[in-house]
């Protein structure tokens, strides 16, 4: 489990107790808090058989999802276990009968187990109490970006 300590601050999950007086077998000493987020969403394999700790994970952490869930495309990665998504829509203006193309980008934190995230990947994400200043979402599933041919878009 050593793995996982990667900052200065001791790294352990909140409701795993690892200092058991007696020996156990080596089961037991591999234990993981994981849990399923609901609505539909599958808990991935990574997040069952990796070894990070993330207290701000939906899977492994003790973060709950709740509120909306929306979809959007990747746009950056520079910061830290945190994405950018942009979200198209349309806006329809009255006088014209017409509707204009809008966007809106949200910070959504990014768990360690989905580690093959690339900019431009379709992702859902879901709503959470707040992180940090500018986060407030948690990624739930992601979507591979189709091949490199010409394909329907939204927009």
């Known amino acids: 489990m050593d793995v996982a300590q990667t900052e200065r601050a ?13 020996s156990a077998p080596a089961k037991s000493r591999d ?40 979809t959007g495309v990747v746009k950056s990665l520079k910061m830290q276990r945190t994405c950018t998504v942009r979200r198209d829509y349309l806006h329809y203006i009255k006088k ?11 910070s959504a934190h990014v768990s360690p187990c989905f580690r093959d995230i690339a900019i431009g990947d379709t992702v859902t994400i879901g709503q959470c109490r707040p992180l940090s200043k500018t986060v407030r979402f948690n990624v739930l599933r992601v979507a591979k970006v189709g091949g490199t041919k010409k394909q329907f878009k939204k927009f």
Do not use: W
């Open 10 to 22: 001791y790294q352990k999950q909140r409701l795993i107790f690892e200092n058991k007086k007696r």
């Open 31 to 70: 234990l993981r808090y994981v849990k399923s987020v609901g609505l539909g969403f599958k808990t991935p394999v990574e997040a069952r058989e990796m070894h990070y700790i993330d207290k701000k994970c939906p899977f492994t952490g003790d973060v709950s999802i709740r509120g909306r869930i929306l």
């Open 96 to 106: 014209y009968n017409r509707f204009e193309k809008r966007h809106k980008q949200v």
